[in-house]
Antibody, heavy 127, light 106 residues
């Protein structure tokens, strides 16, 4: 079964650092793009950025550039999202999702729709 | 930018249509997601018209020009939730979601 399993809920104070994880299984982790999505309380989905675990090629949404860092450890099929200094406004649910395969050239495919989602990680930042 | 109506309401058995408009859609695919309360989103249509395995046949997608449409033919109470469209740019590395549409079936 293809699945993404995210780390558990976090409660942090402003200024603290945090790294959440997303472990993929049931497929070749290195050949599918992983996207991260934020959902603030009562709001819609926001695309944060995308990473290709095969070579850690990463692109950030302008809204999140410099605010978060995405990484991946292909040896343990896990993607990460991290903050160096959290703010109260970072309180949200964060989802990782696998992008399906679009156009392929050799082993590398462009990302298509997000076909597998993690269960979400709730991050609460409060003093 | 992708624009969706905030809400759509239909009676059970009727057809719900949700639009997603944006200039990029004339050249790029639209993908659609269903999110029920307290749950992670689920892909219901990808590449404008393709239905993933396990998604009921009552869900269908179409696209014309700068507008993509998700249709739920014979909507059921269990189809209530928020629906989002998204699309990527030509590089595939920049994506955007529509604002979401709340579907009510009653």
């Amino acid at each position: 079964e293809v699945q993404l399993v995210q780390s558990g809920a976090e409660v942090k104070k402003p200024g603290e650092s945090l790294k959440i994880s997303c472990k993929g299984s049931g497929y070749t982790f290195t050949t599918y793009w992983i996207g991260w999505v934020r959902q603030m309380p009562g709001k819609g989905l926001e695309w944060m950025g995308i990473i290709y675990p095969g070579d850690s090629d990463t692109t950030y949404s302008p809204s999140f550039q410099g605010q978060v860092t995405m990484s991946a450890d292909k040896s343990i099929t896990t993607a990460y999202l991290q903050w160096n200094s959290l703010k109260a406004s970072d309180s949200a649910i964060y989802y990782c999702a696998r992008h399906g395969r679009g156009y392929c050239s050799g082993d590398r495919c462009s990302p298509s729709g997000m076909d597998v989602w993690g269960q979400g990680t709730t991050v609460t930042v409060s003093s | 930018e992708l624009t969706q109506p905030p809400s759509v309401s239909v009676s059970p058995g009727q057809t719900a249509r949700i639009t997603c408009s944006g200039d990029a859609l004339s050249k790029r695919y639209a993908h659609w997601y269903q999110q029920k309360s307290g749950q992670a989103p689920v892909l219901v249509i990808h590449e404008d018209t393709k239905r993933p395995s396990g998604i009921p046949e009552r869900f269908s997608g179409s696209s014309s020009g700068t507008v993509a449409t998700l249709s739920i033919t014979g909507a059921q109470v269990e189809d209530e939730g928020d629906y989002y469209c998204n699309s990527g740019d030509s590089s595939g590395n920049h994506w955007v979601f529509g604002g979401g549409t709340k579907v009510t079936v009653l």
